[in-house]
């Protein structure tokens, strides 16, 4: 498969690398073309470097890596991206307080879909830090990382499982895009108790699924 990926830091490194690795191709692209460049040798054959309009336009997947800010002018000079699955792997978290800039309206994910109708955005890769993404496998006690993915195009979600699977991951189905604010806002809270010093993997053991909420019985309003 061929990807473009827009940016050239450190998910674009840990991702990149990854991808090439298991046979794709990938044109990382950022504002300073040298340092795209240097990403792109670093990652080796399979690996190249260009503006973002030529990331958008390389391949039929292209992932988005940019700081959060600047996800507009980033996907403005990217151009169309018409028929593209865009993977948005983006965390619009303000530093220090662990909130979600885009608080009070949809998330970045929704934002892109709808300032993009023609691109089949998905969300995925945003749960976990870069260095989990350059493990070969990322896996933990045995069982590999399971990565929740929401979007609406029953292809690029194809697309972006094929990419899960490939560097060793298990994806797990997020719903629909208007899912993907959850997983934005999961993100932040995670990473607002992770930089606190607490143990993330301690607070989410598994569930018997038959005493969920929406397995229980359903009782009449004002009935309790
Ligand atoms: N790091 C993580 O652990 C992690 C995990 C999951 C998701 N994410 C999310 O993934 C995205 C990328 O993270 P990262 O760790 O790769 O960040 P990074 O290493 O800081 O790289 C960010 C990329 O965005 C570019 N950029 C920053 N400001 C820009 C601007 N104003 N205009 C154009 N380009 C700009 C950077 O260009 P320069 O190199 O020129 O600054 C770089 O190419 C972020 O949204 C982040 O929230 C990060």
Redesign the pocket.
């Known amino acids: 498969m061929r990807i473009g990926i827009l940016?050239?830091?450190?998910?674009?490194?840990?991702l990149g690398t990854q991808w090439v690795r298991a046979g794709h191709e990938v044109l990382v692209s950022?504002?300073?073309p040298a340092?795209?460049r240097a990403l792109a040798a670093r990652i080796g054959f399979g690996a190249y470097a260009g503006s973002w309009a030529e990331a958008a336009g390389f391949g039929e997947v292209v992932l988005l890596?940019?700081?959060?800010?600047?996800?507009p002018?980033?996907l403005a000079a990217a151009g169309d991206l018409t028929g593209r699955t865009l993977i948005d792997?983006?965390?619009?978290?303000v530093p220090g307080a662990f909130t979600l800039a885009t608080a009070g309206g949809p998330g970045t994910a929704e934002r892109i879909a709808r300032q993009r109708p023609g691109a089949h955005v998905v969300k995925a890769?945003?749960?976990?830090?870069?260095?989990i993404?350059r493990m070969r496998p990322p896996a933990f006690g045995g069982a590999p990382l399971g990565v929740p993915v929401c979007g609406d195009d029953p292809a690029a979600l194809a697309l972006a499982r094929t990419l899960i699977t490939d560097i060793g991951c298990t994806p797990v189905d997020g719903g629909p895009l208007e899912r993907a604010g959850l997983l934005e806002a999961t993100?932040a809270f995670v990473i607002g108790v992770w930089a606190g010093g607490a143990d993330v993997r301690g607070m989410f053991p598994p569930a018997d699924p038959g005493r969920l909420p929406d397995a229980a019985p359903q009782t009449a309003p004002g009935s309790r």
């Open positions: 940016g050239a830091g450190g998910m674009a490194d840990a950022g504002r300073d340092k795209a890596a940019v700081r959060a800010h600047a996800v002018e980033v792997c983006t965390n619009a978290v890769f945003n749960l976990n830090h870069v260095d993404w993100a």
